[in-house]
């Protein structure tokens, strides 16, 4: 079992930056494939990037794509998700989670960080 702690969430304007962290020890981190999700009031969590245990193969969903940008240091046991031109609609606990299933839902991704609220006001 992996274990996920995600850090670097906040209050931030629209049109802003952040960037998040997820740490993970546990199983050999270089051997997982990682995603974010997240998940806003009253609505259900809905997938965010995801990136190969190589870091070369990546993917979003098309409401992030060309604003955030998922990368790793498996060296540092650590994946990342930069996140630029923030807006309202972006604000949402973001989780990080290790991909076992072929598809980018979240029934075929385990090991659940706590989240880390993120807030973008207008």
Known sequence: QVQ???SGGG????GGSLRLSCAASGRTFSNEDMGWF??????ERE?????SRSGYS???????????TISR???KNTVYLQMNSLKPEDTAVYYCAVKV??????????????????????
């Open 4 to 6: 996920l702690v995600e």
């Open 11 to 14: 209050l931030v304007q629209a």
């Open 38 to 43: 997240r998940q806003a009031p009253g609505k």
């Open 47 to 51: 997938f965010v990037a995801a990136i």
């Open 58 to 68: 990546t993917f979003y969903a098309d409401s992030v794509k060309g604003r955030f």
């Open 73 to 75: 240091d498996n060296a």
């Open 101 to 122: 299933g072929y598809t980018y839902t979240g029934a075929d991704f385990g090991s659940w960080g706590q989240g880390t609220q993120v807030t973008v006001s207008s």
